[in-house]
Nanobody, 128 residues
């Protein structure tokens, strides 16, 4: 089992920045990929970003490219999502996820069904 705990959400104004954290515990050695997804009210869960725990590959959803950066601290078993130039449409609950299987390519990596473990989510609200 892998446990994931997100933190760092909050209410910010358009153009502001936030950094989300996802602390992983348990059998983290079994994890190949860590991802961030988000879900706004009434909408489907959307892929935001992912990285191989080895650091070999990084993926971003089109809506966040150039604004968000995913990174990891292997010593702390923590994945971060740095979000800059936030927009009202970034408002959502952000979830951290972990995948135990070697899922290759963007399509597989961006699919929520590929992930085995999920955190409880952290709310991000962008409003003036």
């Amino acid at each position: 089992q892998v446990q994931l705990v997100e933190s760092g959400g909050g209410l910010v104004q358009p153009g502001d920045s936030l950094r989300l954290s996802c602390a992983a515990s348990g059998r983290t050695s079994s994890v190949y990929t860590m991802g961030w997804f988000r879900q706004a009210p009434g909408k489907e869960r959307e892929f935001v970003a992912a990285l191989r725990w080895s650091g070999s590959s990084i993926y971003y959803g089109d809506s966040v490219k150039g604004r968000f950066t995913i990174s990891r601290d292997a010593m702390k078993n923590t994945v971060y999502l740095q979000m800059n130039s936030l927009k009202p449409e970034d408002t959502a609950v952000y979830y951290c996820a972990a995948d135990r299987s070697l899922c290759l390519g963007f399509e597989c990596t961006a699919a929520s069904r590929s992930y085995d473990y999920w955190g409880q989510g952290t709310q991000v609200a962008v409003s003036s």
